[in-house]
DNA sequence: ATAATTTATATCGCGCACGATATAAGTGTA
DNA sequence: TACACTTATATCGTGCGCGATATAAATTAT
């Protein structure tokens, strides 16, 4: 970042590039994705369910920093694929069970290759890749924090 | 990046917290867009503008990495709010010409603020916020390459 | 026990973002 | 010169993503 007297300087922004590499990592995704059927937010949704399956949606929430309105009609599209399940959960009916299906449970196998592949396009060494990645959850981390603060 | 088994655990990919990093750091800029009447793609578009007035859609394609079915509507609904004006090029037919209004200059004196308090926000070190910053542009610029291999 | 408040999720409206495609103008080749 | 090809932008359809809000169930307060 340059020591610019113009702050309003694209150059100088520092959430523009982010906000263009989280674009163009999702589209390194897209051709990947399509041979599974699935968008890239579909994707992360079932990384979720494959790592803990039968979940409520807050879960799905906390995990992805995504909301129900966002997540509710994505799943209804994953629920219409038949990949998940959506029932209402027993103990609290205000609250609902997504579950994997066999086929979406399968599907963990054709997704084995994806995340070398997209690594391999990035092209980071693998120590630049570990700083991004604590730098990124750094701001993740206050970022919410500053969210959470906010309701108060 | 643990050493896990489980390349597909949420928690292992490099992807994901870029894209939840850019999804938080745009909501940031919601509330103090939100006073300049601006969404924060709109806001990018002025920042190209305000320090390159008069330029044809391709500049805007190219410095923002965004492509025309995005870029159109979204400057059809600024040149709605006044803010720019969008006409063809004497020179090339095909081709448009989108300048600031007087209102839309203006809007840069109510912007100069903005970048500071995302800054503050963030909470990055200056020289934390300068690695991700260079490291963010190499991941653009790996993938930008890849991209231009690919129409051939 | 009842009312007030909170919570889990859904709905609504709007602005992107993007793959695919269309249209018209400009350029290159025979 | 005419045709083939390329280019600049627009259109189309779909899936998000998000601020705002609604609905119903659960929890808390009185």
């Not at 699935?38 to 992805?64: A, G, H, I």
């Not at 092209?123 to 630049?128: D, M, P, R, V, Y």
């Amino acid at each position: 970042m340059e020591d610019s007297v113009d702050v309003l300087k694209l150059e100088n922004q520092l959430c523009f590039p982010l906000y263009t590499a989280s674009r163009l990592t999702t589209q390194c995704y897209q051709p990947l994705l399509k041979e599974l059927g699935l968008t890239y937010p579909q994707y992360l949704v079932m990384l979720v369910l494959w790592e803990r399956d039968q979940v409520n949606l807050s879960y799905l929430s906390e995990k992805l920093f995504l909301q129900s309105n966002t997540l509710t009609p994505l799943l209804k599209r994953m629920e219409s694929m038949d990949l998940l399940t959506r029932d209402k959960s027993l103990s609290d009916e205000r609250s609902i069970v997504i579950a994997l299906t066999n086929k979406g449970s399968k599907l963990k196998e054709k997704a084995d290759c994806i995340p070398s592949k997209i690594f391999d396009q990035i092209n980071l060494s693998k120590e630049q890749a570990e700083q991004l990645y604590r730098t990124l959850y750094q701001v993740i981390g206050e970022l919410e924090n500053i969210k959470e603060k906010c309701h108060y």
